[in-house]
């Protein structure tokens, strides 16, 4: 059941991603390219999921438990400290390079680029070589 | 209003964030009794693309950029504990200071490395 429900919130997800064209690396840059010409649709998208999720996130901060009824524990939400910083900044480096985060990079791995698969596995060793420095 | 709809699915069936470098993160490394979920919403996110195709024609290069932009996006996500789907939709929807200062640091580094890249130094 768990299983079930994960992979119908991907496939929303993942033909979200599609739909809006956000798995366009093209999109995406344009998106950041603000002193170039503009694309403001990853803004629209973002606000559209963000109001969509939010009475979800609502529902569960009252309730603690999903409707299956596991426990939910909701990240912080306060603690901002160096570390965050650092590494939202360092995202930020990598996703401006490329116009590529970790969910439009899983995406592409459908499309056969070489190169999706040159990311996504420079992403898993990225967040491998963090979690050996961490033990 | 679909990506949404899929951490609104996740959050209220498994209790999970829809956080795309978490749920990867944890499946590099996780014990095996909770992988399920992590690798069902993995799958998830690629059968759009294989049945209707991506329609991405082309990819950053040369290809040595899709490595550096990838080991600074895996680190990167891993050290601030989250991208633009934990922080930026799933912190964002859930009211955190904490992701939205995630959000518009990633955001506003982000859009001075388009500058560089764009209309700057780097080749």
Redesign the interface.
């Known amino acids: 059941m768990k299983f079930l429900t994960a992979l119908i919130a991907g496939l929303l997800f993942g033909a979200g991603l599609l739909v809006s064209g956000m798995t366009d690396p093209a999109n995406v840059l344009g998106f950041l390219d603000i002193f170039g010409a503009w694309r403001p649709q990853l803004a629209f998208v973002m606000g559209a999921a963000v109001l969509t999720a939010a009475p979800a996130f609502w529902f569960v901060r009252q309730r603690r438990r999903s409707l299956l009824g596991a426990p939910v524990d909701l990240p912080d939400r306060r603690r901002i400290d160096k570390t965050l910083v650092a590494g939202a900044t360092m995202f930020g480096v990598g996703w401006g390079l490329s116009g590529i985060c970790p969910g439009p990079g899983l995406v592409l791995l459908a499309s056969g680029h070489g190169m999706a698969y040159l990311f996504m596995a420079a992403v898993i060793a990225g967040m491998w070589l963090v979690q050996l420095t961490r033990n | 209003?679909?990506?949404?709809?899929?951490?609104?699915?996740?959050?209220?069936?498994?209790?999970?964030?829809?956080g795309?470098?978490g749920i990867?993160?944890n499946a590099?490394?996780a014990a095996f009794g909770e992988q399920?979920?992590?690798?069902?919403?993995?799958?998830?996110?690629?059968?759009?693309?294989?049945i209707?195709?991506?329609?991405?024609a082309?990819?950053?290069?040369p290809?040595y950029?899709?490595?550096?932009?990838?080991?600074?996006?895996?680190?990167?996500?891993?050290?601030?504990?989250g991208?633009?789907?934990g922080?930026?939709?799933?912190?964002?929807?859930?009211?955190?200071?904490?992701?939205l200062?995630?959000?518009l640091?990633?955001?506003?580094?982000?859009?001075?490395?388009?500058?560089l890249?764009?209309?700057g130094v780097v080749p």
């Not at chain 2, 209003?1 to 829809?18: D, E």
């Not at chain 2, 209707?52 to 991405?56: D, E, K, P």
């Not at chain 2, 899709?66 to 504990?81: D, E, F, K, N, Y």
């Not at chain 2, 922080?87 to 992701?99: E, I, K, M, Q």
């Open positions: 209003m679909l990506i949404g709809a899929g951490t609104a699915t996740l959050l209220l069936m498994n209790g999970r964030i829809a795309v470098s990867l993160g590099v490394r399920g979920w992590r690798l069902g919403f993995l799958l998830g996110l690629l059968v759009p693309a294989l209707l195709g991506t329609g991405v082309q990819l950053p290069r290809w950029w899709a490595v550096v932009s990838g080991l600074l996006v895996g680190a990167g996500t891993q050290i601030g504990s991208c633009t789907s922080h930026g939709v799933c912190g964002l929807a859930n009211l955190s200071t904490r992701s200062v995630a959000t640091t990633f955001m506003t580094s982000a859009v001075f490395t388009v500058l890249v764009r209309h």
